[in-house]
């Protein structure tokens, strides 16, 4: 059974989404909140007497899923937080639902939220971060322990083995999709059009596959990105979410700050650290920010 917990402050003015679902001694929480929130808000966690029981005894470890964007920028700071008692495992997960929140009501004693779902797909599951080669996947903190809750709320879910393959080909959709869409006012449908209007697509793609194969390499996986890959997955996004207005195009229409530091500002920042050059990803990244400047 799902229950909700308490959002906790958010330094952005779009909505925060905390659910918990206790299964006997399990605990999940799916933390959905802009990608720089999320170390903010499981840090504050920790400390949240919401998942903490009155009684003496020690409190049940939450298992944790992310599903943020822009995932990959903080898988280095996300790796300290196992150490807490309170965290029992760490799952991130890539979707390609996609939503528009119309109204949100964060008084104390009347939360509301009316959410518009604007595009249907698949939610995948990473392995849960630091797990081992070969873990056994029937049982928890795994993927396949989450799966029929998640299927049960009507979210078809899936797992991936490589967590890395799975977090670039998310950040390479949004990277393509959210800042041409966001630049221009349009929803999803109009990705393609767009970005052969600016004879961007060939230059996205060389950047986001060049520079992701290189993360890949240094991370120790042995997959690797194509153009086509990157091109198949970004187009069935686009057809799963024709209708929305993705989340980049919604702070910028709210003037608030968005995402593209850890979207396309995370791969022209990786770039140089590889010495590959991403003028088209850093284009992007600026033109966004210079929106709400």
Same mark, same amino acid.
């Given at each position: 059974?799902l229950?909700?917990?308490p959002a @906790?402050?958010s330094t952005?003015?779009?909505?925060?989404t905390?659910?918990s679902s206790?299964?006997s001694?399990?605990?999940v929480? $799916?933390?959905?909140?802009?990608?720089?929130? &999320?170390?903010?808000s499981?840090?504050?966690l920790l400390f949240?007497?919401? %998942?903490s029981?009155?009684?003496?005894?020690?409190p049940?470890?939450v298992s &944790?899923?992310?599903?943020?964007?822009g995932?990959?920028?903080l898988?280095?700071?996300?790796?300290? /937080?196992?150490?807490?008692? @309170?965290i029992?495992s +760490?799952?991130l997960a890539?979707?390609?639902?996609g939503?528009?929140v119309?109204?949100?009501?964060?008084?104390?004693?009347s939360?509301?939220l009316?959410?518009?779902q604007?595009?249907?797909?698949?939610?995948?599951?990473?392995?849960?971060l630091?797990?081992? &080669?070969?873990v056994? !996947?029937s049982?928890p903190p795994?993927?396949? $322990?989450?799966l029929?809750? !998640?299927?049960?709320l009507? $979210?078809?879910t899936?797992?991936?083995?490589?967590i890395w393959? /799975?977090?670039?080909?998310? !950040?390479?959709?949004?990277?393509? +999709?959210n800042?041409?869409?966001?630049?221009?006012?349009k929803?999803n449908?109009?990705?393609?059009? /767009?970005l052969?209007?600016?004879q961007?697509l060939p230059?996205? /793609?060389?950047?986001?596959v060049?520079?992701?194969n290189r993360?890949?390499?240094?991370r120790?996986?042995?997959?690797?990105?194509?153009a086509?890959l990157?091109d198949?997955? &970004?187009?069935?996004?686009?057809?799963l979410t024709?209708?929305n207005?993705n989340s980049? !195009?919604?702070d910028v229409?709210?003037?608030?700050?968005?995402?593209?530091?850890m %979207?396309?500002?995370?791969?022209?920042?990786?770039g140089?650290? $590889?010495?590959?050059?991403?003028?088209?990803?850093s %284009?992007l990244?600026e033109?966004?920010l210079?929106?709400?400047?």
């Amino acid at each position: 059974m799902l229950s909700s917990i308490p959002a @906790l402050p958010s330094t952005n003015a779009s909505f925060s989404t905390w659910l918990s679902s206790s299964t006997s001694s399990r605990k999940v929480l $799916f933390v959905t909140t802009k990608a720089y929130d &999320v170390i903010p808000s499981l840090s504050s966690l920790l400390f949240s007497a919401s %998942l903490s029981p009155t009684s003496s005894s020690p409190p049940t470890p939450v298992s &944790v899923v992310i599903l943020s964007n822009g995932l990959l920028s903080l898988t280095d700071e996300l790796v300290p /937080l196992l150490a807490s008692p @309170l965290i029992s495992s +760490i799952t991130l997960a890539s979707t390609s639902i996609g939503a528009t929140v119309l109204s949100c009501d964060q008084d104390a004693e009347s939360r509301s939220l009316e959410v518009k779902q604007n595009g249907w797909g698949d939610t995948v599951l990473s392995l849960p971060l630091g797990s081992p &080669v070969g873990v056994d !996947l029937s049982s928890p903190p795994s993927p396949t $322990f989450l799966l029929p809750l !998640l299927n049960s709320l009507q $979210f078809p879910t899936t797992h991936a083995d490589s967590i890395w393959t /799975l977090l670039w080909l998310k !950040l390479c959709a949004n990277c393509i +999709i959210n800042p041409i869409c966001a630049l221009n006012d349009k929803s999803n449908r109009h990705t393609y059009e /767009l970005l052969e209007s600016e004879q961007l697509l060939p230059l996205l /793609l060389d950047e986001l596959v060049a520079v992701g194969n290189r993360d890949l390499e240094f991370r120790g996986s042995s997959d690797r990105l194509t153009a086509d890959l990157v091109d198949d997955t &970004v187009r069935r996004v686009v057809k799963l979410t024709e209708d929305n207005d993705n989340s980049l !195009l919604q702070d910028v229409r709210h003037s608030r700050r968005t995402e593209i530091e850890m %979207l396309n500002g995370f791969v022209a920042a990786r770039g140089r650290e $590889f010495s590959i050059a991403t003028p088209a990803n850093s %284009l992007l990244a600026e033109r966004v920010l210079n929106l709400n400047s």
